[in-house]
């Protein structure tokens, strides 16, 4: 029996470690299930994710937004169109590994929603040269809509239909997707809910340089800034680093220690674009220096960073999958979103209450629901200790529906 092959598109070893925690995930969990498997990730960063690639089971394949959306699309429809060619359009590394691939994973965190119509075109690129090499998508948790955008709604209903499965993250998600007459849909968790550790984290930290006697005493908040937010708040006028470094300081100054993490991070570029580096710096440069201050200024693995946020008290998060990667360690969480994604995974531990929106951050409001987080953490607490294990049973769910599906192929090609 030939070995099985997947393809995955949307996410990455490199820079944002949520993507990386994503793609691991899938890595980790179907390689327990299927055992021996290729996999390809079509990668919008290749030289950098084949610099932090671990996996010799794992190809790293170009796939920039130029290359995606001309090369390997024209290139698949042509595969489609002219059946004479396909000896030679399969040269192509990349039409070679998904024509032979059981199914394409799209790890996109948040596609097909209103308010980014600039990303419909990647959403759609991402996806269909395996619609054209009759190649199934399994659309791995993830949040779309909602739909109310003519032009989303229209190209939403021509192309999520035509996914073989799509996990929604949550409730919100779920039911837009039911209101656009989905019928594909499967409630999950977000895959990175799976992520195992191996037990070489902490050695790893202190390898790198990170001080971990910083969390043997005291109380210590996380802080993840990100540049998205920072975007959206700068935008109506606001100071959002000026914030971050108020409220850094007013922790302080009420005995927390802090830790400043990015959760996003490309190294040797100052481009902010999946990177909250650059953000997280000019915060810190503006910080008093201290013992009660530790500042992650390097790109750790997802592993690590999920091990470290895992040593904090209560954390403060903007970055979506850092507080993922809170609510899998259980730490009691304040989340600052810009859209229902964030929302929608903290009710699955009945924590919706802890997250608000940037139209709402101002230093008040911010120290205001810290206060109340710190004063009810025990009750936060318990309810992450409740409903995780019931999370990361919804998370491991579609690594199961994915083996499946890779086994189904198999035999129907013997």
């Known amino acids: ?138 659309k791995c948790a993830q949040a779309v809509g909602p739909f109310r955008n003519p032009i989303n709604r229209v190209v939403s209903k021509v192309f999520l239909p035509r996914a073989h499965t799509l996990v929604t993250r ?19 968790a977000d895959y990175a809910f799976s992520l195992a550790m191996d037990g070489t984290e902490e050695q790893a930290l202190r390898e790198a340089g990170v001080d971990l006697g910083f969390f043997e005493d005291g109380d210590v ?22 914030q971050m470094v108020a409220f ?16 996003s991070v490309r190294t040797g570029t100052g481009k902010t674009h999946n990177n909250d580096l650059p953000l997280c710096t000019r915060i ?6 201290g013992e009660d201050l530790l500042f992650v200024d390097r790109e750790l693995g997802s592993q690590q960073l999920r091990h470290l946020i895992g040593r904090c008290d209560l954390f403060v998060a903007s970055r979506f999958h850092a507080m993922v990667s809170s609510l899998a360690m259980a730490v009691p969480t304040l989340v600052i979103g810009w859209s229902h994604k964030y929302r929608e995974v903290l009710e699955m531990f009945e924590l919706e209450e802890w ?34 294990p019931e999370v990361r049973e919804r998370s491991l769910q579609q690594a199961d529906l994915i083996a499946t599906l890779v ?5 129907a090609r013997r």
């Open 1 to 138: 029996m030939s070995t099985p092959r997947i393809t995955i598109i949307g996410s990455a070893l490199s820079g944002n470690k949520g993507a990386a925690a994503m793609l691991e995930s899938a890595v980790q969990t179907l390689t327990e299930r299927l055992g021996d498997v290729e996999f390809t990730l079509l990668s919008m960063y290749p030289e950098e994710d084949r610099a932090q690639n671990p996996y010799p089971h794992l190809e790293v394949l170009a796939a920039d937004p130029r290359t995606l959306g001309v090369t390997i699309n024209v290139l698949a429809l042509a595969h489609r169109l002219l059946p004479p060619l396909r000896p030679l359009l399969r040269r192509h590394p990349a039409i070679r590994a998904l024509a032979g691939s059981d199914v394409l994973l799209d790890q996109g965190g948040i596609t097909f929603t209103d308010g980014r119509e600039k990303f419909l075109l990647y959403n759609v690129a991402s996806i269909l040269p395996a619609l054209d090499l009759r190649v199934p998508v399994f």
């Open 170 to 188: 949550g409730r919100i998600t779920h039911e837009h997707a039911e209101g656009l007459g989905l019928t594909n849909l499967v409630a999950g």
């Open 221 to 242: 908040v996380g802080v993840c800034p990100s540049v998205v937010l920072q975007k959206k708040v700068d935008a109506r006028n606001d100071d959002y680093e000026g």
């Open 248 to 263: 850094i300081e007013r922790l302080r100054r009420h005995g927390k220690k802090v830790l400043l993490v990015p959760h």
């Open 284 to 289: 810190q440069e503006r910080l008093q220096p």
């Open 355 to 388: 997250a608000f929106g940037h139209d709402q951050l101002d230093p008040g409001y911010l120290w205001t629901r810290f206060e109340q987080l710190d004063e009810r953490r025990d009750e936060v607490q318990a309810k992450l200790d409740a409903h995780l």
């Open 407 to 411: 086994r189904e192929r198999s035999a």
